[in-house]
């Protein structure tokens, strides 16, 4: 059940031009995340999706986070203040989770140096693999150290580079009420019903493929992000990163990206 969501302003686009030379100056802490062999991703922060596996929090994760919150409050506390003091007033107190990854980074695209010759990427070309965000239920230890843990999750993600012809979200339910009309958006729900019926016909892929067709929805819905753009969510829709169309490989999707749930009244954001 989707409880509250939306999409606001959060940062202006020369904030936005300003935060992409800071997240590439510290490229050093790219996580680089490879598919097939090729690179178009990279995440900076300790993220619980990728760094840890069926919440058993292994060594890879708590060193990731030891790490990497340091250097992130050291470099973009900025962007963390005015996420938390934009967000409290929309669904209630939040706060960094210490105990875990901070908000990280995701960058689809190449570092700015590795932009040697440009190159199209393939439309569909970026992980789009379908899921609902219930990985950050898994933090137990971390949870427990709160009286009381409510069960509604809360996703944000904060738009600072997009792809020339829109960058967005795939959102897989009705109940949500944001949806984009756009050329971009038609294009991306004409491939995702594409690759829909393509999974009927050959089920495994992705993971959670039975999911989608339970949907029964003539087409997705589509939150179309804009430069600064923070989208929020209170509820567990099941999505997906949309993928670019027509983009050129020196073109990026930078995103901040915060979970969190509700402990002793305050949202402990997380990666
Ligand atoms: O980048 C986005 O728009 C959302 C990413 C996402 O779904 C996630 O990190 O869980
Ligand atoms: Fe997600």
């Avoid at 090729?38 to 058993?56: E, I, Q, R």
């Avoid at 890879?60 to 003091?85: A, G, H, R, T, V």
């Avoid at 609902?132 to 230890?141: A, F, L, P, T």
């Avoid at 992000?225 to 490989?249: R, T």
Wanted: proline share 5%.
């Amino acid at each position: 059940m989707i409880k509250q969501t939306g999409i606001v302003r959060l940062l202006s686009e020369e904030q936005c031009d300003d935060l992409i030379k800071r997240i590439d100056s510290v490229d050093q802490y790219w996580t680089p995340r490879p598919r097939n062999g090729v690179n178009l991703f990279y995440t900076m922060g300790a993220a619980s999706y990728l760094d840890t596996y069926n919440g058993a929090r292994p060594n890879q994760y708590i060193d990731s986070y030891k790490k990497m919150n340091p250097i992130l409050k050291e470099n973009f506390s900025d962007l963390y203040k005015i996420l938390i003091d934009t967000l409290t007033p929309i669904v209630g107190p939040c706060e960094l989770a210490e105990n875990l990854g901070i908000p990280g980074f995701q960058i689809f695209g190449l570092k700015k140096n590795n932009m040697g010759q440009v190159f199209d990427i393939p439309n569909l070309g970026y992980s789009t693999e379908l899921h609902s965000d219930k990985v950050s239920y898994n933090h137990k230890e971390a949870w427990s150290e709160y009286e009381e843990v409510e069960e509604d999750l809360l996703t944000v993600t904060v738009a600072i580079d997009l792809h020339k012809n829109g960058s967005g979200l795939v959102v897989w339910d009705n109940e949500m009420h944001i949806d984009s009309d756009s050329e971009y958006a038609n294009s991306v729900k004409d491939q995702s019903m594409i690759a829909l019926n393509k999974i009927k016909e050959a089920s495994g892929y992705p993971f959670n493929s039975d999911k989608i067709v339970e949907f029964n929805m003539d087409k997705p819905k589509i939150v179309e992000y804009f430069k600064g753009s923070m989208f929020y969510v209170i509820g567990d829709p099941w999505h997906q990163v949309a993928p670019p169309v027509n983009a050129k490989s020196d073109e990026r999707r930078i995103t901040l990206q915060a979970h969190a749930l509700k402990c002793d009244g305050i949202w402990r954001l997380h990666f």
